[in-house]
């Protein structure tokens, strides 16, 4: 099994920009979670699905976010208009179930940088 | 709401010597506790998982942790550090009314040879 990938792996852009991370979470997998690493914050839930169903969306920051996952096998996580303070490392990661017992398969990351 | 704290930034070991890095919780219900570890530029790797039963559990890597109900505490143990431990190691809890990991803030463990 390939894993969660993600890309891109890195991506620099300017600020007011739009950024579109993708992902591709294990087969068969029907929980999908986008989550964002920074240095001050750690790592925080932005917004999960489940049988490609947004759940829970309360950790998007704002409105210049958006997610979709229009089938099982792809997911967008889209920055519009971006600013420097979205600059961090975004992973996705997949779920067998969606269940709180079941760990999470975490993709490589994108690395975002907005200057 | 739920919530991890890992009190140490930083932890610093020798090699072949034990490790601890700590975790406690907080949730609502009963909890479900896991730990990842970060390798530079890298994703987060499943280590262990506590769900019921036992209170050590074993995972990957020679890696134990220990789930203590009264302490609300998860620690993560290994009877002995390799240099090639040294990562970043992530608790996270979640529990029956929540499908996602919250995670802990994160402790670095550095062995040294």
């Known amino acids: 099994d390939a894993g969660v990938i993600q890309s891109p792996r890195h991506e620099v852009t300017e600020m007011g920009q739009e950024v579109t991370l993708r992902c591709k979470p294990i087969s068969g997998h029907n929980s999908l979670f986008w989550y964002r690493q920074t240095m001050m914050r750690g790592l925080e839930l932005l917004i999960y699905f489940n049988n490609n169903v947004p759940i829970d969306d309360s950790g998007m920051p704002e409105d210049r976010f958006s997610a979709k996952m229009p089938n099982a096998s792809f997911s967008t996580l889209k920055i519009q208009p971006s600013e420097p303070r979205d600059s961090a490392v975004y992973f996705c990661a997949s779920s067998p179930f969606s269940r709180g017992d079941t760990e999470a398969f975490f993709g490589q990351g994108t690395r975002l940088t907005v200057v | 709401a739920q919530s991890v704290a890992q009190p140490e930034d930083q932890v610093n070991v020798a090699e072949g010597n034990p490790l601890t890095v700590k975790c406690t919780y907080s949730v609502s219900g009963n909890p479900y506790l896991f730990w990842y570890v970060q390798y530079p530029n890298r994703g987060l790797q499943f280590l262990l998982k506590?769900?019921?039963?036992?209170?050590l559990v074993k995972g990957s890597y020679g890696f134990e942790a220990e789930f203590n109900k009264s302490q609300t505490s998860f620690h993560l143990k290994k009877p002995s550090a390799l240099v090639s431990d040294s990562a970043l190691y992530f608790c996270a809890v979640s529990d029956t009314g929540r499908r996602a990991l919250t995670f802990g803030s994160g402790t670095r463990l550095q062995v040294q040879p």
């Open positions: 506590y769900i019921t039963g036992d209170n």
